[in-house]
């Protein structure tokens, strides 16, 4: 790998880096909110089947790939928001049951 490659990779490794710190920062109310339901769904799925586990995973992942823009700007129908918060604090709360967890806006979680 040249030097002017692994400069390249680094400058956008910090340039991601930068925007995820700026996101964070400007959605304070997020963070908080997952903080506090990412581990009660924790405990939800705590006797669920691990295959049961990865299939709901799944199901969650395309309600906030579809939705994400519900998450960061409230919808105009009622309930919409809500219920993608919800598919992603869901969603979150599965991966912490993979090996090491997962991270996201700066908070970590582990089952």
């Given amino acids: 790998m040249s030097a002017t490659t692994a400069g390249n990779e680094w400058l956008r490794w910090f ?3 930068l925007k995820r710190r700026e996101w964070e920062r400007s959605n304070p109310l997020l963070a908080v909110s997952l903080e506090c ?3 009660l769904r924790i405990l ?3 006797k669920t089947d691990p295959e ?3 299939k709901r995973a799944r199901e969650l992942a395309n309600v906030v790939a579809s ?3 519900d998450i960061l700007y ?3 129908r009622r309930g ?3 219920a993608a918060f919800n598919a992603l604090a869901e969603g979150i709360a599965l991966l ?3 090996p090491g967890g997962v991270t996201f806006l700066g908070a970590h979680w582990e089952a």
């Fill in 96 to 98: 912490a049951y993979a």
């Fill in 15 to 17: 340039e991601l880096k």
């Fill in 80 to 82: 919409e928001s809500a």
């Fill in 67 to 69: 939705h994400g823009d």
């Fill in 44 to 46: 939800e799925h705590r």
């Fill in 52 to 54: 049961e586990r990865i």
């Fill in 37 to 39: 339901a990412v581990p």
């Fill in 74 to 76: 409230r919808s105009k």
